[in-house]
């Protein structure tokens, strides 16, 4: 059995690294400039426990991972490339992998059904920072990060406790859970906030919308009657577990969505975080304003090319209160 990191990016190295630090074997499927640095140095990881090099196999297609019986694949790409990346590993991958969804959003486990039937969705709480082509830092502690699974659509089973248990032996606290989604539509709660905080420059403006976005999308699953664990309940799942706190960290350039606009990669996940929300309020006659203009802010930054923080937020909140009040 082997821990196949598909997407091997800041979350992804962090969870091979980790693994196999812990002595499990673990192959990364990577590309571009860091596929070359990762095989040529190896993996510069910075963490809780010093700087490592690390020399973790690395191929750049599925097909030369040779993935066989009994295999445990991490997606952690984004989400907008979830369906390629599925077609791709079905085609390299017998039916018989276990494919967990260490992903945002709530779709990849979804989409990930229609290819294989033992679907695991992860919520990811690490904070690992892509510094450079072969090099990743991940400031959390004590412990690597939360890394929570279950079965998807529900419950528990052998496998899910295997590979928590396995992710914990690896220095992350990892619980198998039997409701894994309602954790998951928690961290789309949290999530919906990453575009505003990467598109628009700081200001007062800016934490206006940043807390008008989030109470939106909670009233959204609220109409929508989809259940979530509460703030409390993800306070409380980290507390002694995950002291760092990424928010406070002047030194973090950014989370990912921010870390996308600077690095320029073309594409963002926006329309499966804040698109979410404005879908599920399109399917139950839910007005969703203020995500839908965090998302076309998005678009539009990515389209010009801009890095993060170009934007004003002014101008957004501005044209919001006009259009639904000042209460929101």
Request: proline fraction near 4%; include cysteine; aromatic fraction near 6%.
């Amino acid at each position: 059995m082997r821990y196949v990191i598909y997407g091997a990016g800041a979350i992804g190295c962090a969870i091979g690294a980790e693994l196999a630090d812990a002595g499990y074997e673990v192959v990364l499927i990577a590309r571009g400039e860091h596929l070359e640095a990762l095989r040529e140095s190896g993996l510069i990881y910075q963490s809780r426990k010093g700087e490592q090099r690390l020399r973790i196999s690395t191929v750049a297609h599925p097909d030369e991972a040779e993935i066989r019986d009994g295999d445990r694949v991490f997606l952690c790409m984004k989400s907008q490339h979830t369906l390629d990346a599925l077609r791709t590993l079905c085609l390299a991958a017998p039916p018989s992998i276990s494919v967990i969804c260490a992903q945002n959003g709530v779709e990849n486990e979804r989409s990930a059904q229609r290819f294989f039937s033992k679907v695991y969705g992860l919520t990811v709480r690490v904070a690992a920072v892509f510094v450079a082509a072969g090099k990743v830092e991940n400031p959390a502690y004590p412990s690597a990060g939360i890394l929570d699974l279950g079965r998807y659509p529900g419950g528990i089973d052998t496998e899910a406790v295997s590979i928590a248990q396995d992710l914990s032996k690896a220095g992350f606290s990892s619980r198998a859970v039997p409701n894994i989604m309602r954790w998951k539509y928690a961290k789309l709660l949290q999530n919906v906030g990453t575009g505003v905080q990467a598109a628009f420059a700081p200001s007062q403006a800016r934490e206006h919308l940043l807390k008008a976005v989030r109470e939106e999308a909670e009233a959204c699953l609220h109409a929508a009657e989809v259940d979530h664990a509460t703030a409390e309940e993800m306070s409380a799942r980290r507390k002694d577990i995950l002291t760092y706190d990424p928010q406070a960290d002047r030194k973090r350039p950014g989370g990912s969505t921010w870390q996308s606009l600077a690095r320029k990669t073309g594409s963002v996940e926006v329309d499966f975080l804040n698109g979410e929300i404005v879908l599920l309020g399109r399917l139950h006659g839910f007005a969703t304003p203020i995500n839908e203009e965090v998302q076309r802010a998005l678009w539009d930054t990515v389209r010009c090319g801009a890095g993060p923080g170009r934007r004003d937020a002014a101008e957004v909140w501005d044209r919001l209160k006009k259009s639904v009040g000042e209460e929101r």
